[in-house]
């Protein structure tokens, strides 16, 4: 069986580790994987082990896409050996055009990943596009996203996102806080994401931060996504707060923050002030080491990741008073911090490891494989760049 994974610029850069770990999952269990990379981030990606990469060009004239699409298939045919195609995996909203058109080219079924909400509408519009031509289905991340899904007519499985359970050897508390048993530490390092859709949250969340940073007895650094920074007015919004509250020395824009596993779990919390409506494996993975996660309040939050108070901490997320106060008791409450560590530590092992991710992700593939070939009507030849 093979599968190609179809990734959009923002979805590499967002979860490349998460990628990684699935190539290594689905080829253990025997599938051949093609993941095509849009050529704006082909240089910063390091040669893949698990699977074949096609570099695909994600800009260019409107008049040229056809061209380009067509470019994009022979590739992905001529890597493959010869090898059908049986799914096409979309990866980022921007890819869903590309990716229905290649799977209707090459009779594949199909699957689009649901990390956030909100994506009922355009999965209902594709199914409509697709005319029962290529078997549909949307794979969700979390289960906050199933009935969203369901409500459009749209085929969803589950396969809740999994990292790996890092941090303290079982049976211990890990560290979490940045801190030792004792609470000593000579800096603290905070790490933060976001998406850009609520800049009043974020701006909020480093206020607060400001004027923990201000009492602190150790130095505390703050580190930004630089993919979250960008989001902000290609990152000015960011240094332009930061100079106002006067903590631009202690601030610092980290690429690929997702793969700087040691910055990541050093750190003492990794403060989310937009909530984690949406699926972030940077999360899960703070949480499976054992770090406070800092949430802002969202109006659909994905699982209740983190609980408030048990696994994690969510706070009112435009008022910098509450970022400040959950701040400082972190730092503060270092057998606090720690206890709510190790129930977010658990929570991971016990809910989200890679394996039932891989699993979930296999189950999904396999049903939409038996709906393709019921379709049994292999590929639409010469409609690509068009509607498959």
Same mark, same amino acid.
């Given at each position: ?91 980022? $909203? ?74 303290? &050897? &079982? ?42 940073? +201000? ?112 701040? +400082? ?9 720690? +206890? ?8 991971? $092992? ?39």
């Amino acid at each position: 069986m093979r599968v190609v994974l179809m990734q959009d610029r923002r979805f590499v850069q967002r979860e490349r580790p998460l990628v990684t770990r699935l190539q290594v999952g689905l080829a253990d269990e025997g599938w051949r994987v093609t993941q095509c990379v849009p050529e704006s981030v082909w240089s910063e990606l390091e040669p893949a082990v698990w699977a074949e990469t096609v570099r695909w060009k994600d800009s260019g004239w409107r008049w040229t896409r056809g061209l380009r699409e067509r470019e994009l298939i022979g590739a992905v045919r001529a890597c493959g050996g010869g090898s059908s195609v049986d799914v096409v995996h979309c990866m980022g $909203q921007s890819v869903h055009g590309v990716g229905s058109r290649m799977a209707g080219w090459l009779g594949a079924a199909l699957a689009v990943e649901v990390w956030r909400p909100g994506m009922g509408p355009a999965l209902g519009a594709l199914k409509a596009r697709l005319g029962g031509e290529v078997a549909l289905g949307a794979i969700a991340a979390d289960a906050a996203y199933e009935a969203e899904i369901a409500a459009e007519g749209v085929r969803v499985g589950l396969a809740p996102w999994g990292v790996s359970a890092g941090g303290a &050897a &079982a049976g211990e508390v890990p560290a979490a806080a940045g801190v030792d048993a004792a609470g000593v530490s000579e800096g603290v390092g905070v790490l933060l994401t976001f998406e850009g859709e609520r800049p009043a949250a974020v701006r909020a969340c480093m206020a607060g931060l400001a004027r923990v940073m +201000g009492a602190a007895t150790r130095e505390v650094m703050l580190f930004v996504d630089a993919a979250s920074a960008g989001s902000v007015g290609d990152g000015s919004g960011v240094w332009r707060w930061a100079r106002e509250l006067g903590i631009t020395e202690r601030v610092s824009v980290v690429a690929e923050l997702e793969s700087r596993r040691e910055l990541l779990h050093d750190a003492a919390m990794v403060l989310v002030p937009e909530g984690v409506s949406a699926a972030r494996s940077l999360v899960l993975g703070a949480m499976g080491h054992g770090q406070v996660v800092i949430a802002g309040s969202a109006g659909r939050p994905a699982g209740g990741v983190p609980e408030d108070g048990v696994s994690g901490v969510v706070v009112d997320a435009e008022r910098a008073e509450a970022w400040e106060r959950a701040i +400082g008791r972190v730092l503060a409450d270092p057998a606090w911090a720690r +206890g709510v560590g190790a129930a977010a530590r658990a929570w991971v $092992q016990r809910e989200r490891r890679v394996s039932g991710h891989v699993r979930g992700v296999i189950a999904a593939y396999e049903e939409l494989v038996r709906a393709q070939r019921q379709i049994g009507r292999g590929g639409v030849a010469g409609t690509i760049g068009g509607r498959p």
